[in-house]
T-cell receptor, first 113, second 114 residues
Framework: DAGVIQSPRHEVTEMGQEVTLRCKPISGHNSLFWYRQTMMRGLELLIYFNNNVPIDDSGMPEDRFSAKMPNASFSTLKIQPSEPRDSAVYFC???????????FGEGSWLTVV | QQQVKQSPQSLIVQKGGISIINCAYENTAFDYFPWYQQFPGKGPALLIAIRPDVSEKKEGRFTISFNKSAKQFSLHIMDSQPGDSATYFCAASIRTGTASKLTFGTGTRLQVTL
């Protein structure tokens, strides 16, 4: 299996610009998670979906953040407008609904200048 | 509110030594405790996991010790090797009825020296 695929791997953008991060979960997995990793706060769960439906978005920091999952094989995390404090590594992860093991992608490294 | 506390923040161990990382949790509803290993530039990957109905689980050089009454669990890496140098995260999860929602500790950066 190809694993969780994220794009872009690296993005540098200017403050105020819109950023869209993309994720393709492992085929057959029906739960999808977006995490953010920073030195200060570690790994934070932003939102997770089950069967394409958002279940818990309590970790989304502000209204500037939004996430969608239009189908079982694709999800986006959007930041609009972006701010320097959004600089972090954003991980997408997926799992089976009935499973405990969560598989992470390699992350999208975002720098907002 | 940090529900999973991890220590130490960083650890240096000589090759062949034992690495020990500790975690404590608060929520007694947690029912699954995995450890993830993360190498630089990569995403975290599951290393080993335990459920609260057992006190110890061993896989090769990696052992989880679990103390339910103290709400603590730890990762022991025996015969530590330079290739074990990575960041280790403990985590805990609760089945919510739809998916397991992992809460991570803050991570321990392990360096194994020659």
């Amino acid at each position: 299996d190809a694993g969780v695929i994220q794009s872009p791997r690296h993005e540098v953008t200017e403050m105020g610009q819109e950023v869209t991060l993309r994720c393709k979960p492992i085929s057959g997995h029906n739960s999808l998670f977006w995490y953010r990793q920073t030195m200060m706060r570690g790994l934070e769960l932003l939102i997770y979906f089950n069967n394409n439906v958002p279940i818990d978005d309590s970790g989304m920091p502000e209204d500037r953040f939004s996430a969608k999952m239009p189908n079982a094989s694709f999800s986006t995390l959007k930041i609009q407008p972006s701010e320097p404090r959004d600089s972090a590594v954003y991980f997408c992860a997926s799992s089976f609904h009935s499973g405990n093991t969560i598989y992470f992608g390699e992350g999208s490294w975002l720098t907002v200048v | 509110q940090q529900q999973v506390k991890q220590s130490p923040q960083s650890l240096i161990v000589q090759k062949g030594g034992i690495s020990i990382i500790n975690c404590a949790y608060e929520n007694t509803a947690f029912d699954y405790f995995p450890w993830y290993q993360q190498f630089p530039g990569k995403g975290p990957a599951l290393l080993i996991a335990i459920r609260p109905d057992v006190s110890e689980k061993k896989e090769g050089r990696f052992t989880i010790s679990f103390n339910k009454s103290a709400k603590q669990f730890s990762l022991h890496i025996m015969d530590s090797q330079p290739g074990d140098s990575a960041t280790y995260f403990c985590a805990a999860s609760i089945r919510t009825g739809t998916a397991s929602k992992l809460t991570f500790g803050t991570g321990t950066r392990l360096q194994v020296t020659l």
